[in-house]
Nanobody, 117 residues
Framework: VQLQASGGGLVQAGGSLRLSCAVS????????MGWFRQAPGKDREFVGH????????YYVDSVKGRFTISRDNAKNTVSLQMNSMKSEDTAVYYC???????????WGQGTQVTVSS
């Protein structure tokens, strides 16, 4: 499975940004697609995930109500729509694919998101 994240950039606080993750290769191996982020000097943290089969989602509290993860089965893409962005959302964002056990085995290269206050 190969993952290619895109869509990062600079946005003002309160603004929106949409990230995309293109999935190729053995896509059936990707049961769950997750988004993670890593801010400077901090550990990588989980943001949320979507289940390929039924589109159900989960988010951490810090982004709940502001971020939305969706998938397009026909295009094999997963998106992260980020609204009402805050400076603390500044990070490198990664998409990742997990097997049915929830182990994230495949990672994209990361895309930088910077929120200016």
């Amino acid at each position: 499975v190969q993952l290619q994240a895109s869509g990062g950039g600079l946005v003002q606080a309160g603004g929106s940004l949409r990230l995309s993750c293109a999935v190729s290769g053995r896509t059936l191996s990707a049961y769950r697609m997750g988004w993670f982020r890593q801010a400077p000097g901090k550990d990588r943290e989980f943001v949320g995930h979507v289940i390929w089969s039924d589109g159900s989602t989960y988010y951490v509290d810090s982004v709940k109500g502001r971020f939305t993860i969706s998938r397009d089965n026909a295009k094999n893409t997963v998106s992260l729509q980020m609204n009402s962005m805050k400076s603390e959302d500044t990070a490198v964002y990664y998409c990742a694919a997990a097997n049915p056990l929830g182990t994230y085995l495949y990672w994209g290269q990361g895309t930088q998101v910077t929120v200016s206050s």
